[in-house]
């Protein structure tokens, strides 16, 4: 028997590879199946000795996976896969819509305690890193406001959302902090700022053939939701370019918290990311949170868990009486 | 009967005075008595409502406090009231002295394990906050490097160094990072950097009637463990000066984690602090604390614990729903 935690993979898109990725870095986890809803002989693993099993039937594969990461997306994967998976596995996942976080809660909840599973959720950076320090920040500093800003990074939606502008044949969009807004609040000044105020973004866009560019412009920047409340800048390149300066995913942010010491003395905490690659670092957070979800079952811990509900301790593939020597 | 949770401080130094102060930020406890090794009479609370006991009596008011709040130095205090205590309180210590951690640990642990208490030790930003996003960012990041500046601030123990050195009428001593080093580390390139080369230190001394200031100087940059492997900075001022300019207590530092994620990905993390006041910001992460304290007591969770052991979400005044909903 394996004294590696046996890690399972279910879905392997760019979440799915960097979780492989993520795992050959740390030597108390083992990768030991992945799972897919492709032809399982059309998946190609990093390492080709790691079988591939169709997700249809991994429920028989319950006795030989200690933790399962579900790596499908968040709109149409996992509050079906979420549910479902944790009553067989002790699961991880990187649900991130925000607004149905209490609802998926619930349903995965009720599925793991019933199982005596442990289900931690929304795993990953934002929702996950940077909500740890909105918490953190909030519970020091009582009196004070918390700001997040997002970039520079590559944004997927807003992407998805140029993409769909006809006469567009291709295109990226980046979300950026805008500087001057970061810097009032790290100097502790605590401003009211718009939604203008803090981020804009770029668009570097490949025209359609014939497609006429201000008017592809216009459509883009005056979209609602997606742009019209944000100065954005639209630049058109030839697919060339796209192909070799916009195929990274970078990304990263900042939550800062600014208050006062009861004094009246200013504190500011501030916690940032500057990522080379979005969905590997994501990939990174959650294998981490897979070691932990593993010793919460273990310890007796079922039901759904957040990273509110995880000691920062249980990260580490280090004993506590090592991290209490080493790291305090 | 209160409800909210009563808090008792154990000495009224610069610590106690914070946490009281941090106490009145935080609707959800109150500070219920103060306990001191002075003359009661003698000490004078913010909020003269509060009665202030002899410490030798403390054993009397078990009943009377959920969780104590240990205000004493790491030096001679709390190595003996730290055991103490713990077997009548559930208590929050900002234990620091980084090397005599595990026997601290051990001592404690005992003690409240026999008496069913929770003590969390070494509570604060460094060892505390920072302590955990060096393994926040090892646990991610497992194939990378941690760096820790600290400053700009002001070091009590450089000051008081300084303060010992013959001619010197009184002073301060500020430890300050060395920029160029913290952008290599910023910019991922994981440079070895000497002691020399992560901070320097600036000195502002009064000298006594009649002292030689090369001399003083010389002292000083040259004083083994404290100066000599450091560029250090020594400016003369009067007393005036120093009281005027000098009396604030700011601190502050980064832990940054520079890393590859599996594909050779650069990723960086950072957490940082810009401090007003070093010991009113540890009061704050102190009072923090014993909310996490109180609650793993009931929780059944006793004896020795570090941050590493707390779920950020016990930090929170809100509910684990509330948290869910607003937070992630």
């Known amino acids: 028997m394996s004294s590696k935690i046996r890690v399972g993979i279910a879905g392997y898109g760019n979440l799915g590879r960097g979780v492989e990725l993520a795992l050959s870095q740390n030597a108390d986890m083992e990768l030991v199946a992945v799972f897919t809803r492709r032809d399982p002989t059309a998946v190609n693993l990093f390492n080709q ?4 099993y169709d997700l249809a039937q991994i429920e028989q594969h319950r006795a030989a996976i ?5 790596c499908g997306g968040s709109k149409n994967d996992l509050p079906e896969q979420g549910p479902l998976l944790a009553q067989w596995f002790t699961t991880v996942d990187s649900f991130d819509t925000h607004a149905r976080i209490p609802e998926y809660y619930a349903a995965v909840d009720a599925s793991a305690q019933a199982a ?8 990953g950076w934002d929702p996950g890193l940077f909500s740890l320090n909105r918490v953190f920040g909030e519970a020091v500093l009582p009196q ?14 807003h992407s998805d959302a140029v993409r769909r502008v006809p006469g567009v044949k291709g295109g990226v969009q980046y979300t950026l902090p805008i500087d001057a807004a970061v810097q009032r609040v790290r100097d502790g000044e605590q401003p009211t700022l718009s939604t203008r105020e803090k981020h804009r973004r770029q668009c570097f866009v490949v025209l359609a053939e014939g497609a006429d560019a201000e008017q ?5 920047v005056t979209m609602p939701d997606y742009f019209a409340d944000y100065d954005t800048e639209v630049n058109f390149i ?9 195929a990274a995913m970078p990304h990263g942010g900042f939550v800062i918290r600014s208050g006062q010491s009861a004094a009246g003395t200013q504190q500011v905490v501030e916690y940032s990311l500057a990522l080379g690659s979005n969905p590997e670092f994501t990939s990174s957070v959650l294998v981490a949170y897979a070691r932990a979800a593993f010793r919460l079952q273990r310890m007796g811990q079922y039901g759904a868990k957040t990273v509110f509900d995880v000691a920062p301790g249980l990260l580490s593939a280090r004993s506590a009486a090592e991290l209490r020597k080493d790291y305090l």
């Open 238 to 246: 030839d697919a060339d370019t796209l192909a070799r300066d916009h």
């Open 66 to 70: 200690d933790v399962l990461i579900l």
């Open 216 to 220: 592809v412009r216009q459509a883009i």
């Open 144 to 157: 004070g406001e918390t700001y997040t800003f997002w970039g520079k990074g590559l944004s997927q939606g």
């Open 49 to 52: 000795q790691v079988p591939v």
């Open 116 to 123: 005596k599973t442990t289900a931690l959720i929304a795993v």
